[in-house]
């Protein structure tokens, strides 16, 4: 494709590693293919109302390091909204944007897979998402951050833990994939690690603890937000949910260090880390593969090889198609979470 104009968007959660994406489709964009960019707000929202703000090298200029995204962000889906497809279309030609650069997880993915297969959108999709739970790349951006202040967190709660001999249950982000979980509760040493992917059972759980107790350390259990017990259902925040559909997850956590306080008589804590996982700086890796994934994106624009989503396979990038990438999502192996149970009790 020659030189025009190109759109950039992020949707879904904020994540680390964002800022460092914009930078490197712009950088590259202008310096070697001489495009113009625009910016569109909040996600999907913002090619649906028209709300775009310009971007060329000084507006990423210092972006690298900061967390979150410039552009905003949103889990707007366009088409549950009124003429959603018919709005999107009118906003990008009054705006002559020839291409759009989707950044995002499955959701915001979604969407551009439908608009350039379905109704001829030129689309390029960039994987965002902590949960490192897309097929099709070996790793997202956002999941080294998530998993370094969920291994500090566990760090730091082990000598408190110690100080006053009591569980303490660590509540992680991770819907359906347990790979923050996994990760950080490994690299924390925590003595159990529970993920959705498998259903715990309590009466196991509390018997690990307890063994831990015999031997004079005191507990840390690592839970994925979406971990379910074998005789019981997900722990919701409230019934509500969000515009693809999803409802909000916290409390398992809580739930369950009442349960093994009532069952081994032992006290216990919870703490949340909730959004501290995907706030503040990314780390280094997160910003060398979001780098490479911006560069690699504005390279399939100028490829004109749209419907593709970029993403990491060994060390290298490469396209695959979005509707593919996002069908299924990558969850944790039985014989994965087997190999760490050796650390469990």
């Known amino acids: 494709m020659g030189p025009g104009k190109i759109g950039v968007l992020t949707g879904g959660g904020d994540c680390p590693g964002l800022n460092a994406v914009i930078r490197a489709i712009v950088r590259k964009g202008v310096q070697e293919y001489a495009y113009e960019f625009i910016g569109f707000r909040d996600g999907w929202r913002g090619p649906l109302e028209g709300d775009t703000v310009r971007l060329d090298i000084p507006a990423v200029r210092g972006i690298l390091p900061r967390g979150g995204t410039i552009l905003g962000s949103s889990r707007t889906n366009p088409f549950k909204e009124q003429d959603g497809v018919r709005r999107i279309k009118e906003n990008l030609a009054k705006e002559e944007v020839e291409a759009l650069i989707a950044i995002g997880g499955e959701d915001t993915l979604g969407v551009a897979a439908r608009l350039s297969e379905e109704f001829g959108v030129p689309c390029v999709g960039v994987p965002k998402t902590i ?6 790349t070996d790793y997202t951006f956002g999941f080294d951050t998530a998993v370094g202040i969920a291994t500090e967190a566990i760090d730091r709660l082990h000598t408190t833990a110690e100080s006053h001999m009591r569980v303490l249950v660590v509540e992680v982000m991770g819907r359906h994939a347990g790979w923050i979980a ?51 259902e997900m722990v919701l925040k409230d019934g509500s949910l969000d515009s693809f559909g999803h409802v909000r997850l916290s409390g398992v956590g809580e739930w369950l260090a009442k349960e093994i306080e009532r069952r081994t008589g032992k006290e216990a804590r919870t703490t949340v880390l909730g959004h501290v996982q995907r706030g503040g700086t990314p780390s280094a890796f997160d910003r060398w593969l979001a780098t490479r994934f911006g560069l690699h994106a504005i390279d399939a624009v100028r490829d004109g090889d749209f419907g593709k989503m970029v993403a990491l396979r060994g060390t290298d990038v490469v396209r695959v198609p979005i509707g593919e990438a996002t069908a299924r999502l990558k969850t944790v192996e039985p014989a994965l979470y087997r190999e760490v149970g050796v650390f469990f009790g």
């Open 131 to 136: 949960d490192n739970d897309l097929s099709a």
């Open 182 to 232: 996994l990760h950080s509760g490994l690299a924390g040493g925590a003595n159990v690690i529970l993920i959705p992917e498998q259903r715990f059972d309590v009466e196991q759980v509390c018997s690990w603890v307890t063994s831990r107790f015999r031997a004079s350390y005191a507990p840390i259990v690592v839970v994925a937000e979406g971990a379910m017990p074998k005789d019981g």
